[in-house]
């Protein structure tokens, strides 16, 4: 299957309705249950923007603190791999709250959970629409850098758009690009589709 692309566009501020998003088509090892899920990124050179978005009519949000894992809730996630070749990623995790889980690493087995000292970097906004909710975030490229100090806003990454929701009622996965293992596994970088970011 072909790997999908998304071209990340150079924007002074996110104006989302000019901006395209992608559709998380792929329900992954469980059927179709109504639940819809969308994706928007963009970027100014020096912060990544983004705005993901669902429709599902049983909302679960219960889970507010720290080290809590969002998964559990409804939850839309969105996985980085800033640098090509590198498959080392980031994987922030949004729940109805705005509770942020954020991991670094290569994979499942030795992502290391990042607790940051100040959240509210991520300028994390959750928002509800009639049909469902959605969340809007904005990573800095300075924090980036932290991890990765050649990373700009140039080139080719790869990444993905998620929605799931371990313990809701009817439990269900979305991605943007498709996942290839056998059982529920987001932390896959072979999966991640193309980036682009505009310079």
């Known amino acids: 299957m072909a790997v999908p692309e998304y071209l990340v566009r150079r924007v002074d501020c996110p104006v989302w309705g ?7 088509l792929h329900t992954g ?5 109504g639940v819809s899920a969308w994706a928007q990124a963009c970027h100014d050179g020096e912060r990544l923007f983004l705005r993901l978005w669902a429709e599902e ?3 679960r949000a ?3 603190g720290p080290l809590e894992q969002v998964c559990d809730d409804s939850c839309l996630e969105f996985f980085f791999a800033p640098l090509p070749g590198d498959p080392r990623y980031f994987n922030f995790e949004c729940n109805p709250l705005g509770t942020l889980y954020l991991g670094f690493g290569t994979g ?6 990042q607790l940051v000292q100040d959240p509210g970097i991520f300028q994390i906004k959750p928002f509800s ?3 469902g909710w959605g969340v809007t975030l904005a990573i800095p490229g300075e924090f980036i ?12 990454a790869h990444g993905n758009f998620y929605k799931c929701a371990d313990q809701a009622e009817v439990p269900h996965y979305l991605a943007w690009s498709k996942p290839e293992s ?3 596994d987001y932390h896959r970088p072979t999966d991640f589709g193309r980036l682009l970011l505009e310079g």
Request: charged letters at 20%; a positive charge; hydrophobic letters at 30%.
């Open 18 to 24: 000019q901006i395209p998003p992608v559709t998380l």
């Open 29 to 33: 090892w469980l059927p179709p249950c």
């Open 57 to 59: 009519s049983d909302i």
């Open 62 to 64: 219960t889970l507010t």
């Open 108 to 113: 499942r087995s030795d992502r290391v959970r």
């Open 129 to 131: 629409t009639e049909a």
């Open 145 to 156: 850098r932290l991890y990765m100090p050649e990373f700009r806003f140039s080139g080719q």
């Open 182 to 184: 056998s059982t529920p």
